[in-house]
């Protein structure tokens, strides 16, 4: 047994509300540290647009970083691995992955199709080109993964596995999903009920992808592929702004309720309907996971 103080020890083990202080605490630490330090070395760093996909990538790697070493000091407290906390650690590229991304992207194409239908949406012509394009698609691709990574693994890796210890898996899910929603809300300009709504709801069915697979493969995926799609491909607002060096030249017309207005698709109210038909199909597809993990926390 690791030589911890004895308040540490597994034998004497710490309930789950204060290990999620602790570890909330140790990644806010951290988090804090970590972003004083950037602004020595990037001081111009709050004199970019919101979605430069290279400013994107640099504040949620910090997060990330004190995300994962919070949630391996306390695995290391709690003898667990990351994988007790639905974290992959090898094969992450597998086929739950792809799996998320394609239906990521359904997800996205059907909520802007749907918006396009009622005339809220439509292409008018293609922004950037040749050698602008693929670095604008890759950079793109790698803001969205990392965005996918980070989000999930600080909203429904230690804490979703921790708080459900405590309180069961559900009314830790609505829980966490509640303060997912509430997180974009109030950090994010132009902010309204739907988008509160919306992020809530996909939160929630990211917990419902990791309660079938035992994993955070699929929703990261889901979660990237769809961001990917809605601010980039799609070329989306988010936040009041259009992402930088987006693909697509667009028109978005009519009601905020249609087009979303200034927080982009997913504050159109349609999204619910996307929402409804994943909680409705994807049950289906995935069977309930038997893994010991999980089958105790209903």
């Not at 049950?283 to 999980?294: A, D, F």
Request: charged fraction near 15%; aromatic fraction near 16%; proline fraction near 5%.
């Amino acid at each position: 047994m690791p030589a911890w103080p004895i308040f540490f020890r597994n034998d004497l083990r710490i309930r789950a509300g204060w290990r999620l202080l602790i570890w909330l605490f140790i990644a806010a630490a951290i988090d804090s540290g970590l972003e004083f330090l950037a602004s020595l070395v990037l001081p111009v760093a709050n004199n970019h647009p919101f979605l430069d996909p290279r400013w994107l990538l640099t504040g949620d790697a910090l997060v990330f970083v004190a995300t994962i070493v919070a949630t391996l000091i306390m695995a290391r407290i709690e003898d667990a691995s990351l994988r007790d906390y639905y974290i992959p650690t090898h094969n992450f590229f597998r086929a739950q992955f792809w799996q998320g991304l394609l239906w990521g992207l359904l997800a996205v194409s059907l909520l802007v199709g749907l918006i396009a239908v009622f005339h809220g949406y439509r292409i008018t012509g293609i922004t950037i080109h040749g050698g602008a394009l693929l670095r604008a698609t890759l950079w793109w691709l790698i803001a969205a993964l990392v965005i996918g990574i980070t989000e999930e693994i600080a909203f429904r890796g230690y804490m979703l596995r921790t708080l459900a210890d405590g309180i069961r898996f559900w009314p830790a899910a609505i829980l966490l999903s509640v303060g997912f929603g509430a997180a974009h809300y109030f950090t994010k300009p132009y902010e309204r009920w739907e988008d509160f709504a919306c992020t809530g709801l996909l939160g929630l069915f990211g917990c419902l992808t990791i309660r079938r697979t035992g994993s955070l493969t699929f929703i990261i995926g889901f979660h990237a592929a769809f961001d990917w799609g809605a601010i980039f491909f799609y070329s989306g607002r988010n936040g009041g702004e259009f992402a930088v060096d987006h693909l697509l030249q667009t028109s978005w017309t009519g009601p905020d309720w249609l087009t979303g207005g200034m927080l982009g698709p997913e504050a159109s109210r349609l999204v619910f309907i996307v929402i409804a038909l994943l909680f409705l199909i994807f049950p289906r597809v995935y069977r309930p996971n038997p893994s010991p993990l999980l089958s105790p926390l209903d």
